[in-house]
């Protein structure tokens, strides 16, 4: 199976900047990114932002601060994180549904990323 990969994690300061990137490890048919979840080191795994039938949906916690974006022609979903708070240091992943395909046949699957580390300290 193919996962996804993420990348752009790193260490900011209070106030900072990042912009975590998504995208399949391999060739696939296609992708219908999911979203980004965290886990905080302790705390169970938590959304951040998804994409829904109704659009886009932020954790409150991250409103206003966070964007979710994705470049279909890329197959690449982004998270741009402003003005990052302590409290946002975590391991972050993305999910998606993705389909592979032969000339007989065609399957799609639930992946996830290895995470990528978001620390966020003065």
């Known amino acids: 199976q193919v996962r996804l990969v993420e990348s752009g994690g790193g260490s900011v300061q209070p106030g900072g900047s990042l912009r975590l990137s998504c995208a399949p490890s391999?060739?696939?048919?296609?992708?219908?990114?999911v979203g980004w979840y965290r886990q905080a080191p302790g705390k169970e795994r938590e959304l951040v932002a998804t994409?829904?039938?109704?659009?886009?949906n932020y954790a409150d916690s991250v409103k206003g601060r966070f964007i979710i974006s994705k470049d279909n022609a890329k197959n690449t979903m982004y998270l741009q994180m402003n003005s990052l708070k302590p409290e946002d240091t975590a391991v972050y992943y993305c999910?998606?549904?993705?389909?592979?395909?032969?000339?007989?046949?065609?399957?799609?699957?639930?992946?996830w990323g290895q995470g990528t580390q978001v620390t966020v300290s003065s």
């Open positions: 391999g060739s696939i048919f296609s992708i219908k990114f």
């Open positions: 999910n998606a549904d993705i389909t592979e395909a032969t000339t007989n046949e065609r399957w799609n699957y639930d992946s």
């Open positions: 994409y829904t039938i109704y659009g886009i």
